[in-house]
């Protein structure tokens, strides 16, 4: 048995063996990797996961998605297969902050890297203001990358500088 990673109200969670999922409340959105994945992916979409979300008549155990998420149905195929962000952290509004006010770190501060907040506002300075190109352009880029792309990035990172 492998161990698993979760990612529950903003933090990671782990090692955990597979048999105690279960009783750490996974859902089928909740974030979930392990060793050999190149990516964080949701429960549901694990196949060795889905029988904690499936009674032995192949029906769902936990409540449907919220409006607005993917419906999957028992098999596992997913009618709309768009990724379900569980960061709570919007690409869109990063994007602006750090076109706006990317030279003061204010991008770092909103997705919770305020070391990194911190280490911009004093690159800025020193640089006389030419590290806020280089915000700038990382702005265009959260705001053209995918909303997956984004959270791998910039919110599940443990880097304490994501820039590119």
Wanted: net charge negative; charged share 10%.
């Amino acid at each position: 048995m492998s161990n698993w990673y979760i990612f529950q109200n903003n933090t990671q969670i782990g090692p955990i063996p597979a048999e105690q999922l279960s009783s750490m409340g996974v859902t089928p959105q909740t974030m979930v990797w392990r060793d050999g994945m190149s990516t964080w992916l949701p429960a549901m979409q694990i196949p060795e996961l889905r029988h904690l979300f499936v009674n032995a008549d192949g029906e769902f155990t936990t409540p449907p998605p919220m409006p607005g998420e993917p419906l999957s149905n028992p098999y596992g195929q997913q009618y709309n297969t768009g990724y379900i962000s569980t960061s709570g952290k919007d690409k869109t509004a990063a994007g602006i902050l750090a076109i706006l006010l990317g030279g003061l770190g204010i991008q770092y501060f909103y997705l919770g890297k305020t070391g990194a907040g911190f280490l911009t506002i004093i690159l800025t300075f020193c640089s006389c203001g030419i590290w806020q190109i280089l915000t700038l352009v990382q702005g265009i880029l959260m705001l053209t990358m995918s909303q997956e792309e984004f959270d791998r990035k910039y919110v599940y990172s443990n880097t304490t500088l994501p820039l590119f």
